[in-house]
């Protein structure tokens, strides 16, 4: 019977690094040392290169089927299971068929091959892996519908990387051994920038590591494999919540940094019952700190602590084991046994184990407070269970007093005795224990109706019912203080779910957490104050009478303050208060963040605007002024002395510059009058086309001089169309100017993420990119003195409108040579852009 075939996968960080090359060199090799290998699908995309390398191999026909008006080839399953080579070459894992294929996806296919005993090596992409999809859309802003499934890809006998440094990648796109001409500058400015390549190489390499560390653990534990093979450095550190653990994460952190790729880890053991003393704020607090630290914070139950630290060790591979020095004094040391840092270091093996001196080591543990955890209700109804059950006993055995019927009185007042402890604790239980005794001595020993302890047997029973009385006093009052902090815990828990909720609500959040402080700790009332004002309150309101009860004042920041009226809070409720502080505190910074963002905005976006205006009144009023003055002023002293040729030039000279000048005072004027005398934008729903069309006319340029490209769509940008427009005449007016004869300036729209962008490409001299932003210092042209090129408005009044609508302008060099200027603008949401169109 033929077993499973083999999936051999070559990983790229993106499209173009060379996987399918890399794939058909090695069907080459196989097809030369006599392998039977067959191209089962390869897709080109008109690559030369990739193209050369398929001749030579056989391949299987491609099933063609037709789909709206297209020819579409796809791997023909059917042939390759009936052809049964030992080796088929698919191209693009993750491709989704052709409708009324036998599957869907590719993936599938590949499966069927693979079920029939053939091996398959296969090609893909890190982005079209299922488990990475949104993190690869948060990194590119490009969301793929195109996936693999995580579970399918680890059943592959290899996954191979096929690499490329991301700049090399980029010059490989920018001489069109990628994408055709057309497709090489969006790529480039889009999904091909080097932040993203060099994150998703990132991404490709660390997924693969994994991969390989889980294949390693698989193969350690198939083999029964318990001892620590270190591969990577991998450092547990054990937080107790104690505050201790802050200066354990640092040197965890720090024998990490020593070997290249370790790891740091932080585990907190807690009981299966929750009831083990720990510190939440302090522990949120030091789960913060391992993430600044770049480890991993984890949580796992168990009773016995030092088995569950060192399992948990073992179960990750750790090389190391880090821990505080014990608490305990050396009185605690001696009498109950071995601590939890010698237990470690006895079962730990092969691990290293590192015991670290903190602040708090061999101070020993302080002894519980003499209170009890009962409440006082509780003890005062067991001291009224003593006070009642004693005389009904009593009487009671009385009326059934015989001679031998002392083993009923014992017992029946020891009833009462740890009925006594059970209902009320130790002191209900003493005051029953020495009441039974001297009733018994009084009722029920000779001599009767006497107070005489004659004989040492009575003593002995007095001992014993205080001895019973304690002993069971205990365990209720330690099972009512367990069961108090479960209870605890469980609230704390609660409200500290809502509070985190609560806080993510965003403009709510400050009120909603003043009200749930009043009602976790039962207050009368809670309110929040800033410089005197109230931002928030909660419950009846705090009093300012003479008879109002003064509140307590607990400080979130600088000028805000939090006051409580009502019962004063225990420990563990001010450790609890203090987590929703910090949270208060995040809140008001958020709240303020938002309002001095939305205060500022518009301010900014005007300011941005009068920058430009201003610079532009510096500079274009002065040109055309003096040509005009030096005109009038020459036709002036000369008099006479010019001849009507000399005069009309003159003249017209002078003509064209206050003509440029008024129409510069008219487009000015129109900006400042946008909105009632501000200097704001009125935006609106925009297609490219509107403006770019309206702008090639204003120049005057003809389709030799620019072809268009306009791949938008149906989006339509968020701007001010007149705006808009002055800014293109600009960037046209410039690369034309720029451009060498013969090569049109080129204009293309696309979409990328929630952006629309505009290229104006020209194949020009360029500008060095030390120099490129050297452009948007107002009216600076790098040096050119030519003055016969109309005003314009400059690119420093051209990024300052873009900028202003909430868009950039950024220059970016052209492949092969020139400079392309780029503005990026939001897009209108679909439903505005409706209700404009």
Not at 34 to 48: K, L, M, N
Not at 121 to 148: F, K, M, P, Y
Not at 364 to 385: A, H, I, M, N, Y
Not at 507 to 513: F, G, P, Q
Request: net charge negative; aromatic share 4%; glycine share 10%.
């Amino acid at each position: 019977m033929t077993g499973r075939g083999r999936l051999s996968v070559l990983l790229g960080a993106a499209p173009g690094v060379g996987k399918t090359f890399a794939m058909l060199e090695l069907g080459h090799r196989l097809v030369a040392e006599g392998t039977d290998v067959v191209i089962g699908v390869v897709e080109t995309h008109g690559r030369a290169a990739t193209a050369a390398l398929v001749e030579g191999l056989p391949a299987v026909p491609s099933l063609v089927s037709e789909h709206r008006g297209m020819q579409l080839h796809e791997m023909h399953l059917e042939a390759v299971l009936e052809r049964r080579p030992a080796i088929v070459l698919v191209d693009e894992l993750a491709h989704t068929n052709a409708p009324g294929s036998r599957n869907e996806k590719r993936w599938q296919d590949v499966d069927e091959l693979l079920g029939a005993g053939i091996d398959v090596v296969s090609t893909l992409n890190i982005q079209h892996i299922e488990s990475l999809n949104d993190v690869v859309e948060q990194i590119t802003g490009v969301a793929q519908r195109e996936t693999v499934p995580d579970s399918f890809l680890r059943g592959a006998a290899q996954i191979e990387v096929v690499d490329i440094a991301p700049q090399a990648l980029r010059d490989r796109l920018g001489a069109g051994f990628v994408y055709p001409a057309e497709r090489i500058d969006a790529a480039l400015a889009n999904y091909f920038r080097l932040g993203n390549l060099t994150a998703l190489r990132e991404l490709a390499l660390i997924w693969l590591a994994d991969e390989v560390d889980q294949a390693l653990n698989g193969y350690r534990e198939h083999h029964g494999i318990d001892s620590t093979w270190e591969a990577r450095e991998r450092v547990v550190v054990a937080l107790t919540g104690g505050a201790e653990g802050e200066t354990l994460l640092r040197r965890g952190a720090r024998i990490a940094a020593r070997s290249a790729g370790g790891e740091l880890l932080a585990v907190h053991v807690s009981t299966q019952d929750g009831l083990r003393a720990t510190n939440p704020a302090r522990l949120t607090e030091q789960r913060a700190l391992v993430e600044k630290l770049n480890g991993t914070y984890h949580q796992v139950v168990g009773d016995d602590i030092p088995a569950a630290l060192v399992q948990f060790a073992r179960s990750v591979n750790a090389t190391q084991l880090v821990l505080g020095a014990s608490r305990r004094g050396r009185l605690a040391a001696m009498f109950s046994g071995p601590g939890i840092g010698a237990t470690v270091v006895r079962e730990s093996g092969d691990i290293d184990v590192h015991m670290v001196n903190h602040a708090s080591a061999g101070r020993g543990l302080r002894l519980p407070p003499l209170k009890g955890s009962l409440t006082g209700k509780r003890r005062l109804l067991g001291l009224l269970v003593a006070l009642i059950g004693g005389p009904l006993i009593t009487g009671a055995l009385m009326l059934l007093q015989g001679e031998s019927t002392i083993t009923t009185e014992v017992l029946s007042y020891q009833l009462l005795v740890v009925v006594a402890a059970l209902v009320g604790g130790i002191w209900p239980a003493l005051f029953a224990a020495v009441l039974s005794a001297f009733t018994l001595d009084f009722f029920f020993m000779a001599p009767l109706y006497t107070v005489h302890i004659h004989q040492p047997s009575h003593l002995v029973v007095l001992c014993l019912y205080v001895i019973i009385a304690s002993l069971v006093s205990v365990i209720v009052d330690r099972a009512a203080r367990y069961t108090r902090a479960a209870r605890r815990a469980a609230a704390e828990s609660e409200l500290m779910q809502t509070v985190s909720g609560t806080v993510l609500r965003g403009e709510s959040a400050v009120t909603a957490l003043v009200e749930h402080t009043r009602e976790a700790f039962h207050l009368e009332s809670v309110r929040l104050v800033t410089d005197g004002s109230v931002v928030a309150e909660a419950g009846v309101g705090v009093g300012v009478g003479a008879g109002a009860a003064a509140p307590t004042v607990m400080r979130v920041n600088e000028a805000t303050t939090l006051e409580l009226v009502g019962p004063d809070l225990e420990a563990s409720e001010q450790r609890l208060l203090a987590v929703i502080i910090e949270q208060l505190r995040a809140a008001l910074e958020h709240q303020h963040l938002e309002q001095t963002a939305r205060q500022i905005e518009p301010l900014a976006a005007s300011d941005r605007v009068r920058g430009a205006l201003l610079s532009a009144l510096s500079h274009d009023l002065r040109r055309p002024l003096a040509a005009a003055t030096t005109a009038i002023g020459g036709i002036k002293m000369a008099g006479s002395a010019l001849d009507e040729r000399d005069t009309a030039e003159l003249l017209d000279t002078a003509h064209e510059s206050l003509m440029a000048l008024a129409a510069l005072l008219t487009d000015l004027l129109d900006v400042s009058r946008l909105e009632a005398g501000m200097l704001s934008t009125r935006s609106r729903p925009v297609d490219p086309a509107e403006t770019i069309a309206p702008a090639l006319d204003e120049l005057e340029l003809s389709p030799t001089d620019v072809t268009l490209g306009l791949q938008h769509g149906e989006a339509a940008a968020y701007s001010d169309p007149t705006l808009l427009q002055r800014v293109l005449v600009n960037l046209l007016a410039n690369a034309h100017r720029f451009s060498p004869e013969g090569q049109p300036v080129h204009v293309s729209t696309s979409t990328f993420g929630e952006k629309l962008e505009i290229r104006v490409i020209d194949h020009g001299p360029g500008i060095e990119q030390s120099r490129q932003q050297d452009i948007f210092v107002p009216f600076q042209r790098l040096g050119d003195t030519d003055n016969t090129t109309g005003l314009g408005l400059g690119l420093a009044l051209s990024r300052g409108f873009i900028e202003a609508m909430q868009g950039t302008l950024e220059p970016e060099d052209t492949p092969g040579g020139g400079l392309t200027m780029v503005v990026s603008l939001p897009i209108a949401p679909p439903a505005e852009a409706e209700r404009h169109a």
